[in-house]
Each structure stands twice: as structure tokens, then as C-alpha cells.
């Protein structure tokens, strides 16, 4: 079966750094998606991943290995207003998007 | 500006009283989606369309429905709601679904059945 794991919930400090990992095991592999999802509101889009290394864009960066089948999701200098959930999605070898369930991400003051 | 609009933002219907959820885009893309969201789930993709060619994923139950009477609109139907069916509906819309280009969301439907 297809399977994205991403931790269920993080806490971090407003102005710190924190990663969101995500491991993937799909049939096939046509890249990654980050998704920013705040409560009750639809998912806007972050990042897309296809060939491996960092893609950096601003404070939000993402990473790929393929050969692990991983990526994170790195935000640095963090804001009130990045408490949301996070939600990585792979593309498969059909283009059929599989999600997974999201992190929910809480930042501290 | 372009974007995916979805109506109403909030919808409360009665166990069994079919309802209608809509969606348009002004992105003029190819496919649309339609995604059911359960409060911390992954969305679970119902069905999409490329233009229209329709195609539904092999766990959707009958209970819903979809139309897409032209390129910017696109219709679920759930014919006899049950309290299971609650849920966040999101419309997205991409370019393509041959390639990897990427799924613009909509605001959301929030169903509430009573």
C-alpha cells in the first residue's frame, strides 16, 4: 500500500527553527508537495520537490532524498501566524496525489 | 484575480436531504478535484475531471455525485447525507493531471448534517 507518515503535532518557540519530517513509501515517484493548512481554511501550497537537495524560498525551505524516501520541511524565524498544519503529499507513478494526515505545528510565545 | 471559489463557505443540512456543494475557478485549468477532509485526516480525493472526462475513485460511495457542466464549473451532489458524511469538502484545480503541476484549493464547504 501507498503510506505518507508525518508527526501528528509539534511545538516550537516564535523566532526559533523547527523541521517537519515526512516519510513516503508510494508506487512510483513523480515529487513531493508541502501544503500550509490553518484551521478550518483551505490548503495553500509551500513547495514542490522533485529532484533531491534544498529548496530554499525565504523562511520556509524543504528537502528531498529520494533514494530515502524523506523530506523536511524547514521553517526558520518563526511567527505566530505559522501555527497551522502542514501537509506532505507525493505524487505517484498515476500523478494521483497520496496526502498525508498533516503536523499540526504550535508556536509559543 | 484568479482563484477557486467555492459556495456556500457553510452548508447544514438534515440526515437524508440531498445537497448540492459548488465550485468555479477562474484559473481556467483542465481538472478539477473534489476532496472530502475530516478534522486531522488527510483530504480523501472522491473524484476529478480532466475537462470532462470523469473519474471516480474506486472507494467513493454512490452517495455522491458529481457534474462539471462546463470548464469553470463543477458540482458535488451527496444525495442522502448521513451524520458520517460531515465533513470539510474542498474543490481544487490544476493545470494538468498528466504532469506535476500543482492543486489550487478552493476555501472550503463545511457540512454539517443534522
Known amino acids: 500500500g501507498q503510506n505518507i507518515d508525518q508527526p501528528t503535532e509539534m511545538t516550537a518557540t516564535e523566532g526559533a527553527i523547527v523541521q517537519i519530517n515526512c516519510t513516503y513509501q508510494?508506487?512510483?515517484?513523480?515529487?513531493l508537495f508541502w501544503y500550509q493548512q490553518h484551521a478550518g481554511e483551505a490548503p495553500t501550497f509551500l513547495s514542490y520537490?522533485?529532484l533531491d537537495g534544498l529548496e530554499e524560498k525565504g523562511r520556509f525551505s524543504s528537502f528531498l532524498s529520494r533514494s530515502k524516501g524523506y523530506s523536511y520541511l524547514l521553517l526558520k524565524e518563526l511567527q505566530m501566524k505559522d501555527s497551522a498544519s502542514y501537509l506532505c503529499?507525493?505524487?505517484?507513478?498515476?500523478?494521483?496525489?497520496?496526502w498525508g494526515a498533516g503536523t499540526k505545528l504550535i508556536i509559543k510565545p | 484575480d484568479a482563484m477557486v471559489i467555492q459556495n456556500p463557505r457553510y452548508q447544514v443540512t438534515q440526515f437524508g436531504k440531498p445537497v448540492t456543494l459548488s465550485c468555479s475557478q477562474t484559473?481556467?485549468?483542465?481538472?478539477m478535484y473534489w476532496y472530502q477532509q475530516k478534522s486531522s485526516q488527510a483530504p480523501k480525493l472522491l473524484f476529478h475531471?480532466?475537462?470532462?472526462?470523469?473519474?471516480n475513485e474506486a472507494d467513493t460511495p454512490d452517495n455522491f455525485q458529481s457534474r462539471r457542466p462546463n470548464t469553470s464549473f463543477c458540482f458535488l451532489d451527496i444525495r442522502s447525507p448521513g451524520l458520517g458524511d460531515a465533513a470539510m469538502y474542498l474543490c481544487?484545480?490544476?493545470?494538468?493531471?498528466?504532469?506535476?503541476?500543482?492543486?489550487?484549493f478552493g476555501p472550503g464547504t463545511r457540512l454539517t448534517v443534522l
Open positions: 481544487a484545480t490544476s493545470r494538468d493531471s498528466g504532469g506535476a503541476d500543482t492543486q489550487y
Open positions: 484559473l481556467n485549468h483542465n481538472v
Open positions: 475531471y480532466y475537462d470532462k472526462d470523469f473519474n
Open positions: 508510494t508506487s512510483g515517484f513523480n515529487g
Open positions: 520537490n522533485v
Open positions: 503529499a507525493v505524487l505517484d507513478s498515476n500523478y494521483q496525489l497520496i
